[in-house]
């Protein structure tokens, strides 16, 4: 139901025929669990679900790290953000791809991995609960952990909950979550909990800056900085001797060499398609000096890296969504209603009132991209 991102029809879907669905299947857990007898589970292997984008399976991975301890970790994804998984080779014990339209898909996974505990790290969409909760009924002895939110019938699919945090970063909610109480209430707190991100390093001379112009997701054109703006900073860092790489996706091979044909300046390389994510985040950590990015995976990728970030920020709030490491800077729009988005979905209904990345001018980035460099 999330497979394909940004469609109104797997959206409409999923809220009110999953939402049917997880009514059925509540009604049919508190049964189950009334009479089920409570045991602890017999082993400690842990199933981590994502249904989410790249970014939210990047944050994920990081809580993770801090607090995996000894325990066997597996993962369920979706077919979309699979490409993650070659990052996290020491972090997940194995990997598997959830079949969305099979609602028996993770309750298989979780026996093949002999799973004895579930977090679902689903913030909105209904099919995440759905999954965890066919898992739970199948199960002779399997418990489940998911995100409080205002949604009763989301809540009442898993067997505990813990409160999704609107003022926090979403690395600290997906903390929270694994921690299975609400440890962390501060941004503050981010660089204690993620310290391999917030280690002091020098910053790269390569002048070897990456671009990357594309939102995805649903409305991404709302996230998009404009076109001219790339055009003017791009050409202001040529004229300082840069070379400038554009990433983006196999179906942003097209425009990003149609753009850099538009350009009419030597020194722009297209990059887009060209790698998987492995090979990029390899790519940014051993060639790039810093990063400028709307926001979307590739912000989060880059962050992860310890390179410098400039993240370029609309409907999007960087306290909720933005990169992390030392060395990283969100920008937001000097006027206009910005960072109203929580979970990804809640735009105004005008796109004109919806957009305000014209407002974040390109001398700040320009200005901001100076002041990196001066500082290392």
Not at 210 to 237: D, Q, T
């Amino acid at each position: 139901m999330q497979e394909k991102r940004g469609s109104p029809f797997n959206r409409i879907l999923d809220r009110w025929l999953g939402g049917l669905l997880l009514l059925l299947l509540d009604v049919m857990l508190i049964f189950r669990r009334s009479f089920k007898h409570r045991t602890s589970p017999n082993n400690e292997s842990i199933l981590i679900v994502c249904f989410g984008a790249i970014g939210d399976l990047i944050l994920l991975s990081e809580a993770l790290r801090a607090s995996v301890g000894q325990k066997r970790i597996y993962l369920a994804c979706s077919k979309l953000n699979y490409g993650v998984t070659e990052l996290y080779n020491d972090v997940y014990s194995g990997t598997a791809v959830v079949e969305l339209r099979d609602p028996l898909s993770l309750y298989r996974i979780a026996q093949r991995f002999g799973i004895g505990k579930i977090f679902d790290s689903t913030q909105w969409a209904n099919i995440g609960p759905i999954q965890v909760a066919m898992a739970e009924l199948l199960s002779k002895n399997l418990t489940t952990t998911g995100f409080e939110t205002r949604s009763t019938i989301r809540n009442r699919a898993y067997g505990s909950v813990v409160p999704h945090g609107r003022h926090i970063h979403e690395v600290l909610n997906f903390s929270n979550l694994l921690s299975g109480a609400c440890v962390f209430d501060s941004n503050r707190q981010i660089p204690a909990l993620i310290t391999w991100l917030y280690q002091q390093r020098p910053m790269r001379g390569s002048r070897k800056l990456l671009f990357h112009m594309w939102p995805s997701g649903n409305r991404s054109c709302l996230k998009a900085w404009p076109v001219h703006y790339w055009c003017e900073l791009i050409e202001c860092c040529r004229g300082l001797g840069d070379t400038i790489y554009l990433s983006g996706g196999p179906g942003d091979i097209e425009k990003t060499e149609r753009f850099i044909e538009s350009l009419g300046v030597e020194g722009v390389i297209n990059i887009a398609g060209r790698y998987t994510l492995a090979e990029l985040s390899r790519f940014i950590s051993n060639e790039i000096e810093l990063v400028v990015s709307v926001n979307t995976g590739i912000l989060h990728l880059a962050a992860s890296t310890g390179v410098p970030v400039i993240g370029l920020h609309g409907g999007v709030h960087p306290d909720r969504w933005g990169p992390l490491n030392d060395q990283s800077v969100s920008l937001i729009p000097q006027s206009g209603k910005y960072g109203y988005l929580h979970y990804g979905f809640e735009y105004p209904k005008n796109d004109a009132d919806a957009y305000v990345l014209d407002k974040l001018p390109v001398s700040q980035v320009r200005e901001t991209i100076e002041t990196q460099r001066a500082g290392r």
